[in-house]
């Protein structure tokens, strides 16, 4: 299942959700962090983290690029 990320209204980007689910989870509990923790370092609450690791929702550019910093990791790393 694909789904489109609107980061400007002129940037989309398809995304395999299942991926990028996976990797957000792999990455959080590698730094030990908690979805709460992690929700609350990038601005979001814990059940938008939840939704995000099991696929239900995508995410933006900013978003994307905050859990990046937070988890330490690429874009390449999440998406790829």
Known sequence: ???R??????I??????PILAVRIRQYRERRLLTQEELGEAVGLTRVQISNLER?????NIKTLMDLC??????ADDLLY
């Open 55 to 59: 696929g239900r929702h995508g995410t």
């Open 69 to 74: 910093d937070v988890l330490d990791c690429t």
């Open 5 to 10: 990320i609107r980061a400007a209204r002129t």
């Open 1 to 3: 299942m694909k789904r």
């Open 12 to 17: 989309k980007i398809q995304v395999e959700l």
